[in-house]
């Protein structure tokens, strides 16, 4: 597919989190359009493994949701912190747990037709707990599921996983490291 160029840009807003831009663009049939573009700093997941065999997830209000949602422990990208140190800090803020070992797995657009958000997915091994202070802001109830029950979080019905990350994590944690389905 031939590009889109950008011929020009300027801001629509600019938040504590987000940037929104709006591009002037030339398409390959020589037309002209726009494109809203969220710029995001990155975000991580992380599937943390404890030393039990559990997966930790997390509760959380999701204020544009409308309701609480079961997700993976993750969190945006600081400036100047590597995605690793933000699966770090994540992970113990919002489960009070540390990883004993933490693997990248993968690393995905969640949303690419408007946001420049990328999401670096994590393997957290031999979780173990330790003293935190959580965040204040961002309340989550810690949830500590069986390794043995994952695959029912992705099965469809009223207690479906509905966020995109974790369903991802979740996928893949099936997939790869359950033994129900072939290697990638």
């Not at 707990?129 to 802001?137: L, Q, T």
Request: aromatic content about 4%.
């Amino acid at each position: 597919m031939p590009p889109e160029t950008t011929i020009a840009s300027h801001d629509g807003y600019a938040g504590r989190l987000l940037r929104v831009r709006v591009d002037d663009i030339l398409l390959p049939s020589g037309r002209t359009s726009s494109r809203e573009v969220v710029e995001h700093p990155g975000a991580v997941a992380v599937l943390a493994l404890t030393t039990d065999d559990h997966l930790l997830l997390v509760r959380q209000y999701r204020h544009a949701a409308g309701r609480a949602l079961l997700e993976l422990p993750a969190g945006t990208r600081d400036r100047d912190e590597s995605a690793e140190e933000t699966a770090r800090r994540e992970l113990i803020e919002e489960t009070g747990h540390t990883p004993g070992t933490l693997t990248a797995l993968v690393t995905f657009f969640p949303t690419p037709g408007y946001s420049t958000e990328r999401i670096t997915l994590f393997r957290a091994d031999a979780c173990v707990p330790v003293e935190h202070d959580g965040d204040a802001e961002e309340p989550a109830q810690l949830v500590r599921v069986p390794l043995a029950k994952v695959p029912s979080l992705t099965a469809p019905g009223p207690d479906q996983i509905e966020d995109g990350k974790t369903l991802i994590g979740l996928l893949w944690l099936t997939r790869n490291a359950l033994g129900a389905g072939d290697t990638p």
